[in-house]
Structures are given as structure tokens and as C-alpha cells.
């Protein structure tokens, strides 16, 4: 099997280890946002409850990028690191939140669409 691995010593090989640590990430995270779409499904219908969860969770991943992009990370300092400066140390940040923002903003539209439907 794939997460038990070993080498030629009997220890589970660092491939297994990377497999298994993706797994429980990837399982991690259908859980969360499938027990939140189901809570919302039970109150609002699959719809309603699919455009409020995805608005929910790129505006709090665009609000996290924010703060990361103005708080990042301390430690080495960007003029220590060889070659980056500190915009380039942030360059993932800034992606990461621009593209939140763009999901977020794509939701936001599609609930307004929603609510003009169901009022006329």
C-alpha cells in the first residue's frame, strides 16, 4: 500500500509520509467545508447554501491575505534573504487575495442574480 512503504532499513519511506500528509489535508478540508455547505443546505436549499458558503469562504481567504500581505510573517528580515526584497516575499499573499477577492466578488454577484430571481 502507499502509506506503508519501506526502504531497504524498515522505515516507511518519506514519499509515504508526503501521501499520507496530503490525504489528511485534503480530507481535512472536504470536511470543514462540507459540514458548513450542509449546515447551510438544511437552512437555505442546495442554491442559496452553495453561494452563501463560497461567498463565506473567499471573502474570509481574501481577509486572511490581506492580513498576511500587511503582517507577514517576522523572523529573517526580506534584506537578509538573498535575492528577495520585500515585496517579492509577499508575492504569494498578494495572489493568493487578489484571486480571493475575484471568487469572492464572482459569488457576491451570483447571490445578488439569486435574490432578483426569487423576488420576481
Known sequence: MIF????????????SIAARGILVTVFSIAI???????????????RLAFLVGGAATFGWMAIGGTLFIIYAPRGIRPANLEG???????????????????????????????????EA
Open 32 to 46: 470543514f467545508n462540507g459540514l458548513g455547505y450542509l449546515i447551510l443546505m438544511t437552512n437555505l436549499g442546495k
Open 84 to 118: 528577495l526584497n520585500a515585496f517579492q516575499t509577499r508575492i504569494p499573499a498578494i495572489a493568493v487575495t487578489v484571486g480571493s477577492l475575484i471568487l469572492f466578488l464572482m459569488f457576491v454577484v451570483a447571490l445578488d442574480r439569486y435574490e432578483k430571481e426569487a
Open 4 to 15: 506503508k512503504q519501506t526502504d531497504e532499513a524498515g522505515e516507511v519511506t518519506q514519499f
